[in-house]
């Protein structure tokens, strides 16, 4: 049984500026991920929504992340055993998206 998961991060910079920080920061995990041999990331942007796709431990992951002007809404899907972990990542995606937002 799938879990959906909608996180909001309320941002302070813009919708270019937060999608620019948007992309590096998920090029900064793909790489954690592929380099590890953890997982396998897609990503695809269609104006300023990035669709997503992560297959890891046999599982595949979906989502998107919506770039607004004053917040970013991200929506994933967790599969089976992870859907019991959607506390935890989404604790872990609040964290990340939070720092990764900072206005600086």
């Known amino acids: 049984m799938s879990k959906p998961l909608t996180i909001n991060l309320p941002h302070q910079l813009g919708q270019a500026e937060a999608r620019r920080r948007i992309e590096e920061g998920f090029g900064k995990i793909e790489q954690q991920l592929a380099g590890g041999g953890q997982a396998k990331v897609d990503k695809t942007w269609n104006g300023d929504t990035m669709n997503f796709t992560a297959v890891a431990m046999g599982q ?40 990764l937002l900072e206005k600086k």
Not at 70 to 96: F, H, N, S, T, Y
């Open 60 to 99: 595949t992951i979906t989502g998107a992340l919506h770039v607004m002007d004053r917040e970013i809404r991200i929506d994933i899907v967790l599969p089976g055993i992870l859907g019991m972990l959607a506390g935890k990542v989404r604790d872990k995606v609040q964290k990340q998206g939070q720092l």
